[in-house]
């Protein structure tokens, strides 16, 4: 068998590097410690998402932002301090700008009208955030690919 002299290592090295590059940068953002741990669990095996901070409520989810840069937000609508609509409202003036997903454990129409129009780009039901988190995760991580 004929090697290049570190052909082995520069494909393995390459492949590590494009995927740091694909994983998407994470916060979650609820004021449940429980729903914050079970996202984190979830993402944990995602192989394109890496939760990089957690924050209780919207103030502390906006300057977290603001620190960690995270390519994607996952944010309750509901929380104390600063709800997730007002914090939306502050993230979208941020550089560079995260894809910001609002979710609630209701899915009226109003709330969906309400998220988007504060800026955020996805608004999701709790009932149904597994699988539109997937979708997410493999649009943007696509998206990043580009």
């Given at each position: ?84 609509i ?16 609002l ?44």
């Amino acid at each position: 068998m004929v090697r290049a002299a570190g052909g082995a290592k520069t494909v393995v090295m390459g492949l590590l590097i494009a995927e740091r590059r694909a994983r998407l940068r994470v916060l979650v953002v609820d004021d449940s410690a429980e729903f914050r741990s079970a996202v984190r669990a979830y993402l944990h095996g995602a192989t394109d998402a890496q939760v990089v901070g957690e924050a209780a409520d919207g103030d502390e989810a906006t300057h977290e932002v603001e620190r960690l840069r995270p390519s994607l937000v996952l944010m309750d609508m509901h929380m104390p301090i600063c709800n997730g609509i007002e914090a939306t409202r502050r993230m979208r003036t941020l550089e560079p700008r995260p894809h910001i997903v609002l979710f609630s454990l209701h899915a009226e129409p109003e709330l969906q009208h309400a998220a988007l129009a504060a800026g955020a780009d996805e608004f999701y039901s709790k009932r149904d955030f597994v699988p539109l988190v997937e979708a997410t995760l493999t649009k943007l991580s696509s998206a990043a690919q580009r």
